[in-house]
């Protein structure tokens, strides 16, 4: 007998393949359950002779044989006194071929003892709460309000933990709360990206504020409380299932999805577990290549799939597809989408975008099959939603639902599995879109992919397991032990004690890094990019630094979002620097993040943003030129609408529909039209303008800003092109914490391809939506600024997203330059529709409002106004001077002189009930900053210096040519007076964003 070619003896005393041979060469047959009294005389053998050791005259294959195993020269090598076989099933077979128990883990609450810590109370997010209406209304409410939670403590300064309250979310102990647990989820991913900033805790009764502050201090990033013992959540390896699973082939199966997933599962069900009757619910229906061949695999093996067109999300599609179905005998939810970014990246569209196909779905399902005597109910989760996967806070608590909804069916009495699953193998519509280096990366960090055949046999064992939340995901222990800093909180208990071995590298880098006092300045420097460049090639999952030059960029070596994440929490780890979420992109090569490390360390840190050339990114390719044929004249047929889901968009595109006749192109970044329609319905639902789309006259084009192209193919951008007739560009990332290069891909680089398209074909006119912000300060002289008056200047701008609208403005005008018709029109401070007040939450005005109310009072003498325009007033205002062609390319400034006084807000305020009693600047100042929550808490710089010189913080704007143009085209100007202030709070406290006043409100 010899070893497979490739095969080494390497380390082995014995290779098991010898011993696999010995057996079958001696007539063993079937599984060596049995060993007793095993010899090895030599061993690293690569060869073997075997002999039988008849212990059994009468042969029988059950009864003791024992083994020789011999070397070339007949030497011995090994004895077995006796080995016993045993026939193996094809149950047992797949199960010790891909070994399921090896992959699936459960979560075990082990006991903690909290130290008794000192110091202030931590800050606390409250996510319990009384469920109100059905469970899918109540997880979208919970999770969107600590979305925007989380935005403002992530953007605060770095301080002590918040602590995230919840309340029958997770075990020890019955879950009660499902939409709780995907509270943590959602949290979960916000402690892996910026790891310090939050504490997950769930108890059972009030904490005193002496447990909140000793429970922050422990270091866990999530902790129950029961009966005053604390425990943190541990995953163990799950013990061999008892007994057999459910009998699924007794009645008609339900599967959601017709995904990779959805299919194998359906083809399973049927070929390994006997169902005759599967009903396949799909957004796509039966009439696609993939259902038709599901359709045709399972007639084939007998079965019958009937797939049926349905929104699982839709509650009512749902109830009317089980009406019309057999009586249903199991439920298996495979479907599901992802929109990955960061916490700070996500917004409630993004958000509810995940959660229907996953968690409306499962809670739909769950309500409308509760009456039926089940014999499985099994929820397809995801390890995102476990270990906080980084850029899938909405991926995680989507499946973190299902997890909490497995367990609370589960103590309720019903059936529930949920596998939270590793990456299967393959693509998939979700994974899809991973790259080798993404699941390089994933390997890397530990978590094998899960191969078809396994992670069926995975499935198999849970469905005979009586816990209804489990682990599926193959663990990798050698690469868990091998950057154990790196290990999810939940994973630590799977590796044995050991010391980490660092790379030689990493070695001097720490040292360097503990005797950073004692060098020179150079050689300070030259060890922290060391340092970088060896956490990096770390990162990348490389053995060294040999290709990675410090002056090259972080995303020409391969860091992604995600990996920004990581390095920069490495980096953090090792310097004991508390770093902006940002990091990595505000110093964009080894070299640059270095310096920033090293003035960090030292405190004499320079402004982050200095060495920023925004002029180096005012260019225009040579071929952006106006093109031969004529410039489109009368009424638009066509038009092309950016930004339609977010608030000026979607106003200019209520304005155009009633406006004209034309057909409005909206480009949007979506996974299908479906997908895009669905968050046009959104959003013109939040801005109650829904009743005024007319779906005969809106195309939905599926793209993105920040692509080449717009996002589309060749001959899709090229059709674009050919048939609009006009551009209205209001589309933009508005995020004013994000750096320059981080927004420069869609603010800037989408303006360019918007301006190839115009100019593709026949010249049409462009209508680029901007801010007055991109003027730097007051002018000069203190008229205000005219439309025709420099911008900037660039390096005095306070945020990435001004200085990208201030680059695209500069691109425009060498667009102009080339004689491409573009107009500008820079806007304000856009305040809500003055009819029924709708408006965006994340405002700066209505922040500020929100975190007055919430601290219960104001401060003396509070001064200054706002330049408030109306949002209807803005979009009619756009549409009446871009179809004027005698207006067309010019600027103009849709501005509010007629500014809204603060005290005329707080008498608003007061009318409506909330009485506000006046205290000092001191004593507000200390209430709002005791407050991690209140939404005043990040902007209170900001706050105070508009109230101290509005005109700094808002410079006055020159209006009169715009004024002009208006009066000319028939629309007076729009103050917000009393009765208009009155709507927006009416909106603002009816979609609950602004807390029910304490007083009974005497306001019109």
């Not at 260019?619 to 000026?648: E, N």
């Not at 979607?650 to 480009?667: G, I, N, P, S």
């Not at 439309?787 to 990435?800: N, V």
Request: net charge negative.
């Amino acid at each position: 007998m010899r070893l497979p070619d490739g095969e080494t003896a390497g380390d082995y005393v014995l290779h098991p393949e010898l011993l696999h041979a010995a057996l079958a060469a001696t007539g063993h047959h079937g599984e060596a359950y049995h060993w007793r009294d095993v010899a090895v005389q030599r061993s690293a053998a690569a060869t073997a002779g075997v002999r039988t050791i008849v212990t059994d005259p009468a042969g029988n294959g059950s009864s003791p044989r024992g083994l020789l195993l011999t070397t070339g020269n007949d030497e011995p090598l090994a004895t077995v006194a006796t080995v016993r076989t045993r026939e193996v099933d094809a149950d047992t077979l797949a199960h010790a071929r891909h070994r399921p128990g090896d992959a699936l883990f459960r979560i075990a609450w082990q006991p903690m003892a909290v130290p008794t810590a000192t110091g202030p109370t931590p800050a606390v997010i409250d996510g319990r709460a009384t469920a109100a209406g059905d469970l899918a209304t109540d997880l979208h409410r919970r999770t969107t309000d600590l979305l925007d939670t989380l935005h403002r403590h992530l953007a605060a300064p770095s301080g002590p933990p918040a602590v995230l309250l919840t309340r029958g979310a997770t075990g020890p102990g019955p879950v009660t709360d499902p939409a709780a647990t995907a509270l943590h989820g959602l949290a979960r991913t916000a402690t892996t990206e910026q790891p310090g900033r939050l504490v997950i805790v769930d108890l059972d009764d009030e904490p005193t504020p002496e447990l909140l502050t000793s429970l922050a201090a422990t270091g866990e990033p999530e902790i129950a409380v029961r009966a005053g013992t604390a425990y943190v959540p541990r995953a163990e390896r799950v013990p061999t299932p008892p007994g057999p699973g459910p009998r699924l082939g007794a009645g008609t199966v339900l599967v959601t999805g017709l995904g990779s997933l959805g299919t194998l599962v359906a083809t399973h069900l049927a070929t390994r577990h006997g169902v005759r009757d599967l009903l396949v619910l799909s957004r796509s229906g039966p009439d696609t290549p993939a259902a038709r061949q599901l359709i045709a695999d399972l007639a084939a093996v007998g079965a019958t799939a009937r797939v049926v067109a349905c929104d699982v999300a839709d509650r009512d599609g749902l109830r009317a597809a089980l009406a019309a179905a057999p009586p249903i005998n199991a439920v298996f939810h495979t479907a599901g989408t992802i929109d990955d970014g960061l916490i700070g990246d996500l917004d409630p569209d993004r958000l509810a975008r995940v959660l229907r196909p996953k968690a409306d779905a499962a809670a739909h399902l769950h309500e409308l099959t509760r009456h039926l005597d089940l014999a499985a109910f099994v929820l397809f989760s995801s390890l995102a939603a476990t270990i906080g996967g980084a850029g899938q806070g909405n991926y995680a608590a989507a499946n973190a639902f299902l997890d909490g909804l497995a367990a609370y069916r589960h103590a309720t009495g019903l059936p529930a599995t949920s596998i939270a699953w590793g990456l299967w193998a393959g693509r998939s519509g979700i994974t899809g879109d991973l790259t080798d280096a993404d699941r390089s990366r994933i390997a890397r960090a530990g978590y094998q992919q899960i191969d078809p055949a396994t992670g069926l046999t995975m499935l198999d064992t849970a469905l005979r397991h009586p816990e209804p939340v489990l682990i599926g995901v193959p663990i990798d222990l050698t690469a868990l032990r091998a950057r154990p800093e790196t290990v999810p909180a939940v994973l630590r208990s799977l590796l044995p004690p050991t010391v980490r071995r660092e790379p030689a590298d990493a070695d001097r880098s720490a040292d360097t890094l503990t005797d950073l006092a004692g060098l020179s300045a150079d050689e300070r420097r030259d060890a922290l990019t060391t340092l970088v460049r060896t956490v990096t090639a770390d990162v990348l999952g490389r053995t060294g630094t040999d290709n990675l030059p410090a002056d090259g960029t972080f995303t020409d070596l391969g860091i992604d979002s995600l990996l920004a994440v990581e390095l920069r929490n490495r980096l953090a780890q090792r310097t004991d620097l508390a770093l902006p979420a940002t990091t990595v992109f505000d110093h964009p090569t080894p070299q640059a993040l270095a310096d920033y490390l090293h003035t960090s360390l030292l405190d004499t840190g320079p402004d982050r943003s200095a060495g920023l050339d925004l002029t180096a990114d005012v260019t225009l390719p040579d071929d952006i030129r106006p093109a031969p044929g004529s410039t489109p004249h009368g009424a638009p047929r066509h038009i092309l609408l950016t930004g339609a889901t977010g608030f000026v968009g979607a106003f200019l595109l209520r304005e155009l529909l009633a406006t004209t006749t034309a057909t409005v192109h909206c480009l949007i970044r979506a996974n299908d039209p479906d997908d895009a329609w669905k968050r046009l319905r959104a959003t013109a639902r939040w801005y109650r303008i829904e009743d005024q789309l007319d779906p005969g006259r809106v195309v939905p084009v599926v793209g993105d800003l920040a692509a080449d192209r717009l996002g589309l193919t060749p001959g899709a951008f090229d059709t674009l092109a050919r048939d609009i007739d006009v551009v209205y560009h209001a589309g933009a990332t508005v995020n004013w914490l994000q750096p320059y290069a981080t927004l420069r891909a869609a603010n800037v680089d989408g303006t360019r391809e918007v301006l190839r398209l115009s100019a593709a074909h026949r010249t049409v006119p462009v209508h680029y939506v901007s801010t007055t912000g991109v003027f730097a300060g007051p002018a000069p002289d203190g008229r205000g600024h005219g439309p025709h008056d420099p911008t900037g200047p660039a390096d005095l701008l306070p945020s990435g997203y001004l200085q990208s609208k201030w680059v695209a403005e500069q691109i425009i005008g060498l667009a102009r330059e080339r004689g491409l018709p573009v107009s500008v029109y820079r806007v304000d401070l856009v305040s809500g529709d003055r009819r029924h007040g709708a408006c965006q939450t994340r405002d700066y005005l209505w922040l500020s409002i929100k975190g007055l109310i919430q601290a219960g009072t104001i401060p003396d003498s509070l001064g200054g106004s706002v330049p408030l325009v109306p949002v209807d007033h803005v979009a009619a205002s756009i549409i009446a001077l871009s179809t004027d062609s005698k207006q067309i390319g010019s600027t103009y400034h849709l501005y509010n002189r007629e500014r809204v006084a603060w005290s005329d807000i707080l008498d608003r305020l007061r009318a409506h009930g909330h009485l506000l009693p006046v205290t000092s600047w001191a004593e507000w100042h200390a209430a709002v900053l005791a407050d991690r929550d209140n939404a005043l808490y990040p902007l209170l710089d900001a706050f105070e210096l508009m109230v101290a010189d509005t005109d700094a913080f808002y410079p006055v704007i020159d209006t009169a040519d715009t004024d002009a143009a208006l009066a000319a085209a028939g629309l007076p100007p729009a103050p917000v007076t009393a009765d208009v202030l009155d709507t927006y709070l009416r909106f603002f406290t009816e979609v609950g964003y602004l807390p029910p006043a304490l007083a009974t409100s005497s306001a019109r």
